[in-house]
Protein backbone atom coordinates (compact mmCIF):
# COMPACT_ATOMS: atom_id res chain seq x y z
CA UNK A 1 0.00 0.00 0.00
CA UNK A 2 1.21 3.53 -0.83
CA UNK A 3 1.24 6.08 1.77
CA UNK A 4 -1.37 8.52 1.00
CA UNK A 5 0.41 11.14 2.71
CA UNK A 6 3.76 10.75 0.98
CA UNK A 7 5.21 13.57 -0.71
CA UNK A 8 8.46 13.14 -1.82
CA UNK A 9 9.21 10.11 -4.38
CA UNK A 10 12.88 9.76 -4.42
CA UNK A 11 14.97 7.09 -6.29
CA UNK A 12 19.12 6.09 -5.74
CA UNK A 13 21.72 7.15 -8.04
CA UNK A 14 21.32 3.21 -9.50
CA UNK A 15 17.76 4.44 -10.87
CA UNK A 16 19.35 7.17 -12.95
CA UNK A 17 18.34 6.09 -16.45
CA UNK A 18 21.38 4.20 -18.63
CA UNK A 19 19.88 5.09 -21.63
CA UNK A 20 18.60 8.06 -23.72
CA UNK A 21 14.43 7.08 -25.49
CA UNK A 22 14.73 8.26 -28.72
CA UNK A 23 10.97 8.66 -30.02
CA UNK A 24 11.85 8.91 -33.43
CA UNK A 25 12.23 4.60 -33.39
CA UNK A 26 8.21 5.14 -32.20
CA UNK A 27 6.86 7.92 -34.51
CA UNK A 28 3.30 7.27 -36.46
CA UNK A 29 4.90 8.75 -39.43
CA UNK A 30 8.96 9.51 -40.14
CA UNK A 31 9.82 13.13 -39.59
CA UNK A 32 10.10 15.44 -42.73
CA UNK A 33 13.89 15.58 -43.05
CA UNK A 34 15.73 19.19 -42.77
CA UNK A 35 16.24 20.83 -46.09
CA UNK A 36 19.18 22.60 -47.05
CA UNK A 37 19.02 26.49 -47.10
CA UNK A 38 20.58 26.59 -50.45
CA UNK A 39 19.24 24.10 -52.22
CA UNK A 40 16.36 22.76 -50.09
CA UNK A 41 17.49 19.37 -50.98
CA UNK A 42 17.22 17.13 -47.55
CA UNK A 43 20.38 17.51 -45.93
CA UNK A 44 22.33 15.14 -44.56
CA UNK A 45 25.15 14.19 -41.89
CA UNK A 46 27.62 15.89 -43.69
CA UNK A 47 25.85 19.05 -44.44
CA UNK A 48 26.17 19.58 -40.36
CA UNK A 49 29.42 17.99 -40.10
CA UNK A 50 30.41 21.78 -39.68
CA UNK A 51 28.78 22.78 -36.78
CA UNK A 52 28.44 19.29 -34.37
CA UNK A 53 30.47 16.88 -33.74
CA UNK A 54 29.53 13.30 -34.86
CA UNK A 55 28.42 11.61 -32.82
CA UNK A 56 25.31 14.03 -32.28
CA UNK A 57 24.74 13.89 -35.49
CA UNK A 58 24.29 10.49 -35.83
CA UNK A 59 22.02 10.97 -32.59
CA UNK A 60 20.33 13.71 -34.75
CA UNK A 61 19.05 11.05 -37.72
CA UNK A 62 19.22 7.76 -35.38
CA UNK A 63 16.41 5.65 -35.38
CA UNK A 64 16.85 3.07 -32.59
CA UNK A 65 15.29 3.22 -29.70
CA UNK A 66 17.77 3.48 -27.22
CA UNK A 67 20.85 5.06 -27.04
CA UNK A 68 23.50 4.24 -24.04
CA UNK A 69 24.46 7.09 -21.70
CA UNK A 70 28.49 7.15 -21.87
CA UNK A 71 29.59 6.82 -18.60
CA UNK A 72 31.56 9.99 -18.03
CA UNK A 73 28.06 11.35 -18.73
CA UNK A 74 26.15 9.50 -16.53
CA UNK A 75 28.66 10.28 -13.51
CA UNK A 76 28.39 14.08 -14.29
CA UNK A 77 24.17 13.40 -13.86
CA UNK A 78 25.19 12.35 -10.43
CA UNK A 79 26.22 15.53 -9.67
CA UNK A 80 22.18 16.35 -9.30
CA UNK A 81 20.10 13.32 -10.59
CA UNK A 82 17.95 11.30 -9.94
CA UNK A 83 15.67 14.70 -9.17
CA UNK A 84 12.77 14.51 -6.78
CA UNK A 85 9.12 13.77 -7.93
CA UNK A 86 6.82 15.62 -5.25
CA UNK A 87 3.26 15.23 -4.87
CA UNK A 88 1.81 18.98 -4.31
CA UNK A 89 -0.08 18.06 -0.81
CA UNK A 90 -0.40 21.78 0.07
CA UNK A 91 -1.32 22.68 -3.19
CA UNK A 92 -4.03 20.35 -3.42
CA UNK A 93 -5.28 21.14 0.04
CA UNK A 94 -5.65 25.15 -1.14
CA UNK A 95 -7.57 24.11 -4.28
CA UNK A 96 -9.60 21.50 -2.82
CA UNK A 97 -9.14 19.42 -5.39
CA UNK A 98 -9.79 15.27 -5.44
CA UNK A 99 -6.95 15.15 -8.28
CA UNK A 100 -3.77 13.84 -7.05
CA UNK A 101 -0.60 16.62 -8.70
CA UNK A 102 2.49 15.43 -9.17
CA UNK A 103 5.35 17.12 -9.95
CA UNK A 104 8.88 16.52 -11.06
CA UNK A 105 11.56 19.09 -9.95
CA UNK A 106 14.64 19.83 -12.03
CA UNK A 107 14.90 23.32 -9.91
CA UNK A 108 17.82 21.17 -8.33
CA UNK A 109 20.92 20.91 -10.95
CA UNK A 110 24.02 23.13 -10.83
CA UNK A 111 21.84 25.60 -12.78
CA UNK A 112 18.44 25.28 -11.43
CA UNK A 113 16.61 24.13 -15.13
CA UNK A 114 16.94 21.11 -16.90
CA UNK A 115 19.12 22.28 -19.27
CA UNK A 116 22.51 20.63 -18.36
CA UNK A 117 20.90 17.39 -19.20
CA UNK A 118 21.89 18.06 -22.74
CA UNK A 119 24.62 20.67 -21.81
CA UNK A 120 26.91 17.47 -20.15
CA UNK A 121 26.39 15.01 -23.44
CA UNK A 122 26.78 17.03 -26.11
CA UNK A 123 29.94 18.80 -23.68
CA UNK A 124 31.63 15.14 -23.77
CA UNK A 125 31.16 14.44 -27.21
CA UNK A 126 32.86 17.61 -28.46
CA UNK A 127 35.42 17.00 -25.86
CA UNK A 128 36.10 13.17 -26.66
CA UNK A 129 36.16 14.17 -30.52
CA UNK A 130 38.74 17.16 -30.43
CA UNK A 131 36.72 20.55 -30.13
CA UNK A 132 38.27 23.16 -28.27
CA UNK A 133 35.45 25.79 -28.44
CA UNK A 134 31.59 25.39 -28.15
CA UNK A 135 29.84 28.53 -29.12
CA UNK A 136 26.12 29.08 -28.60
CA UNK A 137 22.94 31.81 -27.65
CA UNK A 138 21.30 32.13 -24.79
CA UNK A 139 18.05 33.85 -24.25
CA UNK A 140 17.12 34.19 -20.51
CA UNK A 141 20.51 33.35 -19.91
CA UNK A 142 19.71 29.38 -18.67
CA UNK A 143 21.17 27.78 -21.69
CA UNK A 144 24.37 29.69 -21.48
CA UNK A 145 24.61 29.21 -17.66
CA UNK A 146 24.29 24.83 -18.37
CA UNK A 147 26.53 25.32 -21.60
CA UNK A 148 29.17 26.95 -19.87
CA UNK A 149 28.69 24.72 -16.57
CA UNK A 150 29.06 21.66 -19.14
CA UNK A 151 32.24 23.25 -20.89
CA UNK A 152 33.62 23.79 -17.42
CA UNK A 153 33.67 20.30 -16.35
CA UNK A 154 35.14 18.49 -19.93
CA UNK A 155 38.02 21.30 -20.29
CA UNK A 156 36.05 23.44 -23.03
CA UNK A 157 35.71 27.24 -23.57
CA UNK A 158 31.97 28.45 -23.92
CA UNK A 159 31.19 31.46 -25.95
CA UNK A 160 27.70 32.85 -25.50
CA UNK A 161 26.16 35.20 -27.44
CA UNK A 162 23.51 36.31 -25.30
CA UNK A 163 19.93 38.01 -26.54
CA UNK A 164 20.67 41.75 -25.93
CA UNK A 165 17.27 42.56 -23.82
CA UNK A 166 18.22 39.74 -21.65
CA UNK A 167 21.07 41.31 -20.91
CA UNK A 168 20.76 44.41 -19.89
CA UNK A 169 17.81 42.45 -17.95
CA UNK A 170 19.68 39.81 -16.63
CA UNK A 171 23.04 40.79 -14.97
CA UNK A 172 22.99 37.60 -12.45
CA UNK A 173 22.67 35.06 -15.17
CA UNK A 174 25.33 36.55 -16.94
CA UNK A 175 27.14 36.31 -13.91
CA UNK A 176 26.34 32.86 -13.61
CA UNK A 177 27.85 31.90 -16.91
CA UNK A 178 30.87 33.66 -15.47
CA UNK A 179 31.57 31.75 -13.08
CA UNK A 180 31.27 28.69 -14.48
CA UNK A 181 34.07 29.92 -17.18
CA UNK A 182 31.86 30.95 -19.78
CA UNK A 183 32.55 34.48 -21.76
CA UNK A 184 29.05 36.68 -22.75
CA UNK A 185 28.78 38.96 -25.32
CA UNK A 186 25.19 40.70 -26.21
CA UNK A 187 23.50 40.19 -29.25
CA UNK A 188 23.12 41.57 -31.80
CA UNK A 189 27.09 42.52 -31.61
CA UNK A 190 29.69 43.91 -33.76
CA UNK A 191 31.48 40.94 -34.03
CA UNK A 192 29.65 38.95 -36.56
CA UNK A 193 28.47 39.26 -40.52
CA UNK A 194 24.48 38.54 -38.82
CA UNK A 195 24.98 40.83 -36.15
CA UNK A 196 26.19 44.24 -37.90
CA UNK A 197 23.72 43.47 -40.69
CA UNK A 198 20.92 43.36 -38.12
CA UNK A 199 22.58 46.62 -36.26
CA UNK A 200 22.63 48.51 -39.46
CA UNK A 201 18.78 47.96 -39.89
CA UNK A 202 17.95 48.44 -36.34
CA UNK A 203 20.92 50.05 -33.78
CA UNK A 204 18.79 49.27 -31.00
CA UNK A 205 17.18 45.74 -32.13
CA UNK A 206 16.54 44.03 -28.47
CA UNK A 207 18.22 40.79 -30.25
CA UNK A 208 16.25 37.81 -30.79
CA UNK A 209 16.75 34.43 -30.15
CA UNK A 210 16.76 33.59 -34.10
CA UNK A 211 19.40 36.41 -34.36
CA UNK A 212 21.58 34.70 -30.85
CA UNK A 213 21.62 31.82 -33.31
CA UNK A 214 23.02 32.93 -36.49
CA UNK A 215 26.03 34.83 -34.93
CA UNK A 216 27.06 31.56 -33.05
CA UNK A 217 26.31 29.71 -35.97
CA UNK A 218 28.93 31.96 -38.16
CA UNK A 219 31.68 31.97 -35.78
CA UNK A 220 31.34 27.84 -35.40
CA UNK A 221 31.02 27.73 -39.29
CA UNK A 222 34.07 29.54 -39.37
CA UNK A 223 36.74 28.01 -36.93
CA UNK A 224 37.69 24.54 -37.05
CA UNK A 225 38.61 24.31 -33.30
CA UNK A 226 35.14 25.70 -32.40
CA UNK A 227 31.45 23.77 -32.59
CA UNK A 228 28.08 25.19 -32.46
CA UNK A 229 25.68 23.79 -29.64
CA UNK A 230 21.65 24.58 -29.03
CA UNK A 231 20.00 23.58 -26.24
CA UNK A 232 16.64 22.51 -27.47
CA UNK A 233 14.48 21.95 -30.65
CA UNK A 234 16.77 19.22 -32.01
CA UNK A 235 16.00 15.62 -32.25
CA UNK A 236 19.40 14.86 -30.31
CA UNK A 237 18.58 17.88 -27.34
CA UNK A 238 14.84 16.66 -27.07
CA UNK A 239 16.50 13.16 -26.06
CA UNK A 240 18.43 13.67 -23.52
CA UNK A 241 16.19 15.37 -21.69
CA UNK A 242 14.17 11.79 -21.72
CA UNK A 243 16.04 11.14 -18.08
CA UNK A 244 13.57 12.86 -16.33
CA UNK A 245 10.21 11.28 -17.68
CA UNK A 246 11.87 8.21 -17.26
CA UNK A 247 12.60 8.76 -14.04
CA UNK A 248 9.32 9.91 -13.18
CA UNK A 249 7.52 6.85 -14.63
CA UNK A 250 9.23 5.07 -11.63
CA UNK A 251 8.71 7.89 -9.26
CA UNK A 252 4.68 7.28 -9.97
CA UNK A 253 5.25 3.96 -10.00
CA UNK A 254 5.96 4.12 -6.54
CA UNK A 255 3.18 6.60 -6.17
CA UNK A 256 1.15 4.22 -7.43
CA UNK A 257 -0.66 6.62 -9.37
CA UNK A 258 -0.16 6.72 -13.30
CA UNK A 259 -0.63 9.90 -14.65
CA UNK A 260 -4.04 10.98 -16.67
CA UNK A 261 -2.51 14.06 -17.70
CA UNK A 262 1.00 15.31 -18.32
CA UNK A 263 1.87 19.07 -18.72
CA UNK A 264 4.57 21.17 -19.69
CA UNK A 265 5.30 24.67 -20.95
CA UNK A 266 6.85 24.62 -24.83
CA UNK A 267 9.40 27.32 -25.71
CA UNK A 268 11.58 24.99 -28.23
CA UNK A 269 10.07 21.93 -26.56
CA UNK A 270 13.29 20.26 -24.94
CA UNK A 271 11.48 20.34 -21.26
CA UNK A 272 8.14 19.30 -22.48
CA UNK A 273 9.66 16.78 -24.55
CA UNK A 274 11.96 15.40 -21.50
CA UNK A 275 9.12 14.91 -19.27
CA UNK A 276 6.52 13.50 -21.50
CA UNK A 277 8.36 11.15 -24.32
CA UNK A 278 8.36 8.49 -22.04
CA UNK A 279 4.88 8.43 -21.18
CA UNK A 280 3.76 8.73 -24.80
CA UNK A 281 6.06 5.55 -25.74
CA UNK A 282 3.04 4.17 -23.80
CA UNK A 283 0.36 5.87 -25.26
CA UNK A 284 1.69 5.19 -28.75
CA UNK A 285 2.04 1.37 -27.99
CA UNK A 286 -1.89 2.02 -27.10
CA UNK A 287 -1.36 0.99 -23.44
CA UNK A 288 -2.58 4.20 -22.14
CA UNK A 289 -4.57 6.94 -22.61
CA UNK A 290 -3.43 9.76 -20.99
CA UNK A 291 -3.52 13.18 -22.32
CA UNK A 292 -0.46 15.13 -23.03
CA UNK A 293 -0.50 19.64 -22.60
CA UNK A 294 1.97 21.50 -24.09
CA UNK A 295 1.82 25.37 -22.82
CA UNK A 296 3.18 28.10 -24.14
CA UNK A 297 2.47 32.15 -23.48
CA UNK A 298 0.17 34.36 -25.63
CA UNK A 299 3.27 36.37 -26.35
CA UNK A 300 5.26 33.31 -27.97
CA UNK A 301 2.27 30.99 -29.77
CA UNK A 302 4.09 28.98 -31.44
CA UNK A 303 1.55 25.66 -31.91
CA UNK A 304 -1.43 27.64 -30.76
CA UNK A 305 -1.04 30.33 -33.62
CA UNK A 306 1.89 29.28 -36.02
CA UNK A 307 1.85 27.46 -39.13
CA UNK A 308 3.03 23.86 -39.95
CA UNK A 309 5.69 24.35 -42.25
CA UNK A 310 9.16 24.44 -43.44
CA UNK A 311 11.47 27.24 -41.77
CA UNK A 312 14.85 28.58 -41.17
CA UNK A 313 16.12 27.69 -37.46
CA UNK A 314 17.67 31.33 -37.24
CA UNK A 315 16.44 34.62 -38.07
CA UNK A 316 18.37 35.43 -41.36
CA UNK A 317 18.47 31.91 -43.17
CA UNK A 318 21.17 30.15 -42.63
CA UNK A 319 20.65 27.12 -40.74
CA UNK A 320 18.78 24.04 -42.28
CA UNK A 321 14.65 24.42 -42.87
CA UNK A 322 13.06 22.42 -40.30
CA UNK A 323 9.17 20.83 -40.80
CA UNK A 324 7.65 23.16 -37.56
CA UNK A 325 5.45 25.32 -35.80
CA UNK A 326 6.69 28.25 -36.53
CA UNK A 327 5.61 32.15 -36.12
CA UNK A 328 8.45 33.15 -39.36
CA UNK A 329 12.11 33.01 -38.25
CA UNK A 330 11.67 36.92 -38.57
CA UNK A 331 9.56 36.88 -35.06
CA UNK A 332 10.82 39.23 -32.44
CA UNK A 333 9.30 38.41 -29.64
CA UNK A 334 8.28 41.96 -27.55
CA UNK A 335 10.17 42.79 -24.55
CA UNK A 336 7.52 42.97 -22.40
CA UNK A 337 7.39 39.20 -21.81
CA UNK A 338 9.00 38.24 -18.86
CA UNK A 339 9.84 34.99 -19.03
CA UNK A 340 11.53 32.94 -21.98
CA UNK A 341 10.05 30.60 -24.27
CA UNK A 342 10.49 32.86 -26.84
CA UNK A 343 11.66 31.11 -29.74
CA UNK A 344 9.40 31.22 -33.18
CA UNK A 345 9.89 28.13 -34.13
CA UNK A 346 8.97 24.23 -32.26
CA UNK A 347 11.10 21.25 -31.94
CA UNK A 348 10.00 18.94 -35.13
CA UNK A 349 9.31 16.25 -32.60
CA UNK A 350 7.10 18.13 -30.77
CA UNK A 351 5.50 19.38 -33.76
CA UNK A 352 5.11 16.36 -35.29
CA UNK A 353 3.50 14.69 -32.45
CA UNK A 354 0.47 18.18 -31.73
CA UNK A 355 0.31 17.61 -35.71
CA UNK A 356 -1.15 13.99 -35.28
CA UNK A 357 -2.67 15.07 -32.14
CA UNK A 358 -1.01 13.33 -29.48
CA UNK A 359 -0.40 16.40 -27.52
CA UNK A 360 -3.37 19.55 -26.87
CA UNK A 361 -1.83 23.06 -27.11
CA UNK A 362 -2.79 26.78 -24.89
CA UNK A 363 -1.29 29.29 -24.32
CA UNK A 364 -1.54 31.76 -21.07
CA UNK A 365 -0.92 35.52 -20.48
CA UNK A 366 1.32 36.03 -17.69
CA UNK A 367 -0.12 37.14 -15.07
CA UNK A 368 -2.17 34.66 -14.60
CA UNK A 369 0.28 32.26 -14.40
CA UNK A 370 2.42 34.49 -11.99
CA UNK A 371 -0.54 34.20 -9.31
CA UNK A 372 -0.66 30.57 -10.06
CA UNK A 373 3.05 30.56 -8.71
CA UNK A 374 2.56 32.72 -6.04
CA UNK A 375 0.35 30.39 -4.39
CA UNK A 376 2.77 27.25 -5.60
CA UNK A 377 5.25 29.00 -3.47
CA UNK A 378 2.88 29.32 -0.69
CA UNK A 379 1.91 26.16 -0.66
CA UNK A 380 4.79 24.02 -2.03
CA UNK A 381 8.05 26.21 -0.70
CA UNK A 382 9.46 26.71 -3.90
CA UNK A 383 9.40 29.49 -6.11
CA UNK A 384 9.28 28.72 -10.00
CA UNK A 385 10.96 30.08 -12.85
CA UNK A 386 8.85 32.01 -15.05
CA UNK A 387 8.44 29.29 -17.68
CA UNK A 388 7.09 26.58 -16.32
CA UNK A 389 4.66 28.81 -14.35
CA UNK A 390 2.61 28.21 -17.76
CA UNK A 391 3.02 24.54 -16.64
CA UNK A 392 1.73 25.54 -13.33
CA UNK A 393 -1.45 27.30 -14.14
CA UNK A 394 -2.55 24.43 -16.48
CA UNK A 395 -2.04 21.84 -13.78
CA UNK A 396 -4.17 23.94 -11.39
CA UNK A 397 -6.94 24.49 -14.66
CA UNK A 398 -7.08 20.85 -14.82
CA UNK A 399 -7.29 20.77 -10.91
CA UNK A 400 -9.92 22.76 -10.60
CA UNK A 401 -11.76 21.03 -13.40
CA UNK A 402 -11.28 17.55 -11.64
CA UNK A 403 -13.04 19.63 -8.56
CA UNK A 404 -15.78 20.69 -10.67
CA UNK A 405 -16.70 17.02 -11.70
CA UNK A 406 -15.34 14.92 -8.87
CA UNK A 407 -12.74 12.89 -10.82
CA UNK A 408 -10.05 11.55 -9.14
CA UNK A 409 -7.64 12.24 -11.50
CA UNK A 410 -3.39 12.32 -11.64
CA UNK A 411 -1.83 15.32 -12.71
CA UNK A 412 1.92 15.39 -13.46
CA UNK A 413 3.31 18.56 -14.62
CA UNK A 414 6.81 19.73 -15.01
CA UNK A 415 8.45 22.09 -12.91
CA UNK A 416 12.01 22.40 -14.97
CA UNK A 417 13.33 25.19 -12.59
CA UNK A 418 13.39 27.46 -9.70
CA UNK A 419 12.97 31.37 -10.54
CA UNK A 420 15.74 32.58 -8.33
CA UNK A 421 17.33 34.93 -10.71
CA UNK A 422 13.84 36.05 -12.40
CA UNK A 423 12.82 38.06 -9.21
CA UNK A 424 12.63 41.16 -10.74
CA UNK A 425 9.52 39.51 -12.91
CA UNK A 426 8.07 38.65 -9.59
CA UNK A 427 8.89 42.65 -8.92
CA UNK A 428 6.82 43.48 -12.24
CA UNK A 429 4.14 41.58 -11.29
CA UNK A 430 3.78 42.89 -7.00
CA UNK A 431 4.46 46.56 -8.75
CA UNK A 432 1.41 46.29 -11.53
CA UNK A 433 4.23 46.63 -14.49
CA UNK A 434 3.50 43.44 -15.95
CA UNK A 435 1.64 43.53 -18.59
CA UNK A 436 -0.36 40.79 -20.43
CA UNK A 437 0.61 41.01 -24.18
CA UNK A 438 -0.97 38.98 -27.21
CA UNK A 439 0.78 38.45 -29.73
CA UNK A 440 -1.44 40.35 -32.36
CA UNK A 441 -2.63 38.43 -35.61
CA UNK A 442 -1.11 41.58 -37.56
CA UNK A 443 2.64 40.98 -36.11
CA UNK A 444 1.57 37.27 -36.96
CA UNK A 445 0.66 37.96 -40.11
CA UNK A 446 4.00 40.11 -41.08
CA UNK A 447 6.52 37.61 -39.44
CA UNK A 448 4.65 34.14 -41.24
CA UNK A 449 5.44 36.18 -44.56
CA UNK A 450 8.96 34.79 -43.71
CA UNK A 451 8.14 31.60 -43.97
CA UNK A 452 9.55 30.00 -47.14
CA UNK A 453 7.28 28.76 -50.13
CA UNK A 454 8.01 25.02 -49.83
CA UNK A 455 5.50 22.79 -50.83
CA UNK A 456 2.66 24.87 -50.67
C1 LIG B 1 15.16 26.95 -21.51
C2 LIG B 1 14.07 26.80 -20.59
C3 LIG B 1 12.76 26.62 -21.06
C4 LIG B 1 12.37 26.62 -22.51
O1 LIG B 1 12.97 25.69 -23.31
P1 LIG B 1 12.31 24.29 -23.68
O2 LIG B 1 13.23 23.75 -24.70
O3 LIG B 1 10.95 24.56 -24.22
O4 LIG B 1 12.28 23.48 -22.45
C5 LIG B 1 11.76 26.47 -20.13
N1 LIG B 1 12.02 26.49 -18.81
C6 LIG B 1 13.26 26.65 -18.33
C7 LIG B 1 13.47 26.66 -16.84
C8 LIG B 1 14.33 26.80 -19.20
O5 LIG B 1 15.57 26.94 -18.72
Redesign the pocket.
Known amino acids: MVDQKQKKFLLSENDIPKQWYNISADLPTPLSPPLHPGTLEPAGPADLAPLFPTELIMQEVSQDRWIDIPDPVREMYRMWRPTPLIRATGLEKALGTPAKIFYKYEGVSPVG ?3 PNTAVAQAYYNSIEGTKRIVTETG ?1 G ?2 GSALSYACQQFGLEAKVYMVKASYDQKPYRKSMMQTFGGTVTASPSDETEAGRSILAEDPNSPGSLGIAISEAVEIAAQNDDTKYSL ?3 LNHVLMHQTVIGQEAILQMEMADAYPDVVIG ?8 AGISFPFIADKLAGKTNTRFIAVEPEASPSLTKGEFAYDFGDAIGTTPLFKMHTLGHTFVPNPIHAG ?2 RYHGMAPLVSALFDAGVYEAKAYHQNACFEAAVLFASTEGIIP ?1 P ?2 THALKAAIDEALEAKETGEEKNILFHL ?2 HGHLDLSAYDNYFSGDMVDYALPSEAIAEAMKSVPQIGK
Do not use: D, F, R, Y
Not at 265 to 272: F, I
Open positions: SHKAQWGSVCAGGGSNLGLAEPCG
